[in-house]
């Protein structure tokens, strides 16, 4: 059996064929179409056609997806996507079987089911990527909420007091873009020229810039893991995204989060973070493992 994973972000649309037990026979990568969801689906498509031989189609994207129904209520790093039924879309280019889910509950599904909290009953997973998504698992299972928007953490307001925009909204102000932007302005550098190895080399090299821009970078993400322990009380947060393939991220990101609770007055359950077991594969695999649960 073949099943085509596709995970589109506001940056890239990754793909690969996979078989039921997660080995990759072929992938690859284009830049995810910024015209509109037409341009989206023939992408998604195409793909599809080129491969040939795939079963079904499992899909992971942003936004707030109904994946019963394949609907994506909102969308997320790609706004033109808002009230879509994307599986009914795509089904008319592609006859086949499609489930469709939101990139950071497939993240979820795959460190639920095979990956860093296989053994844990509750846990947070966080994607770092172009905005911040988030999933929980509650009872091994993954907990969707009642209109599919539990773990959106990209929406969590930074400050009461300040417009309530873009900027304002955690995911936004806090995805890897902006730490490569915030970076590439301390140094006076093009941003174009700047990518998450350019930053870890540097921190490697103790840079002081580098080294500031990551303790800034994780000491804001340390907060917000502080604040959702404190409602969810799980058992470990699993960190994924590209950041978290460099040990320097995880190392200033559990620094920080140990002095959170050093200086917090009163004694509270410490959240854990563990670096995500498949990283920005995550999505792809948790994708199969939805498309799976409902095919198999």
Request: aromatic share 12%; with cysteine.
């Given at each position: 059996?073949?099943?085509?994973?596709?995970?589109?972000?506001?940056?890239?649309?990754?793909?690969?064929?996979?078989?039921?037990?997660?080995?990759?026979?072929?992938?690859?990568?284009?830049?995810?179409?910024?015209?509109?969801?037409?341009?989206?689906?023939?992408?998604?498509?195409?793909?599809?056609?080129?491969?040939?031989?795939?079963?079904?189609?499992?899909?992971?994207?942003?936004?707030?997806?109904?994946?019963?129904?394949?609907?994506?209520?909102m969308?997320?790093?790609?706004?033109?996507?808002?009230?879509?039924?994307f599986?009914?879309?795509?089904y008319?280019?592609?006859?086949?079987?499609?489930?469709v889910?939101?990139?950071?509950?497939?993240?979820?599904?795959?460190?639920?089911?095979?990956?860093?909290?296989?053994?844990?009953?509750?846990?947070?997973?966080?994607?770092?990527?172009?905005?911040?998504?988030?999933?929980?698992?509650?009872?091994?299972?993954?907990y969707?909420?009642?209109?599919?928007?539990?773990?959106?953490?990209?929406?969590?307001i930074l400050?009461?007091?300040?417009?309530?925009?873009?900027?304002?909204?955690?995911?936004?102000?806090?995805?890897?873009?902006?730490?490569?932007?915030?970076?590439?302005?301390?140094?006076?550098?093009?941003?174009?020229?700047?990518?998450?190895?350019?930053?870890?080399?540097?921190?490697?090299?103790?840079?002081?810039?580098a080294?500031?821009?990551?303790?800034?970078?994780?000491?804001?993400?340390?907060?917000?893991?502080?604040?959702?322990?404190?409602?969810?009380?799980?058992?470990?947060?699993?960190?994924?995204?590209?950041?978290?393939?460099?040990?320097?991220?995880?190392?200033?990101?559990?620094?920080?989060?140990?002095?959170?609770?050093?200086?917090?007055?009163?004694?509270?359950?410490?959240?854990?973070?563990?670096?995500?077991?498949?990283?920005?594969?995550?999505?792809?695999?948790?994708?199969?493992?939805?498309?799976?649960?409902?095919?198999?």
């Amino acid at each position: 059996m073949k099943v085509l994973t596709v995970d589109i972000d506001g940056t890239y649309l990754r793909y690969a064929c996979m078989d039921e037990f997660m080995n990759i026979e072929r992938r690859g990568k284009i830049f995810t179409p910024q015209e509109g969801r037409a341009e989206l689906i023939e992408a998604v498509a195409r793909i599809f056609e080129a491969v040939g031989d795939a079963q079904g189609i499992a899909v992971s994207m942003p936004g707030i997806i109904d994946s019963e129904r394949g609907y994506c209520a909102m969308g997320g790093a790609l706004r033109y996507n808002d009230d879509f039924y994307f599986r009914d879309a795509l089904y008319q280019r592609c006859k086949t079987k499609i489930h469709v889910e939101n990139n950071a509950k497939c993240a979820a599904m795959a460190e639920a089911a095979v990956g860093s909290l296989m053994d844990d009953e509750d846990g947070f997973v966080l994607i770092f990527s172009t905005m911040i998504g988030g999933g929980y698992i509650r009872n091994h299972k993954l907990y969707k909420g009642k209109h599919f928007a539990a773990g959106e953490v990209s929406y969590i307001i930074l400050n009461s007091g300040q417009k309530l925009d873009d900027e304002n909204l955690w995911g936004r102000s806090f995805g890897v873009p902006k730490f490569l932007q915030r970076y590439s302005e301390v140094k006076n550098m093009d941003i174009d020229t700047v990518d998450l190895l350019t930053i870890f080399d540097a921190v490697q090299k103790e840079e002081p810039e580098a080294v500031a821009c990551l303790q800034w970078y994780t000491e804001e993400i340390a907060a917000r893991i502080f604040n959702i322990q404190t409602v969810l009380d799980v058992e470990k947060f699993s960190i994924g995204g590209e950041p978290a393939k460099y040990p320097a991220f995880m190392e200033y990101l559990r620094n920080n989060l140990k002095q959170l609770y050093a200086e917090c007055p009163f004694k509270l359950p410490q959240a854990q973070v563990v670096p995500s077991k498949f990283y920005s594969d995550a999505n792809l695999i948790g994708a199969l493992q939805c498309w799976l649960t409902e095919n198999i």
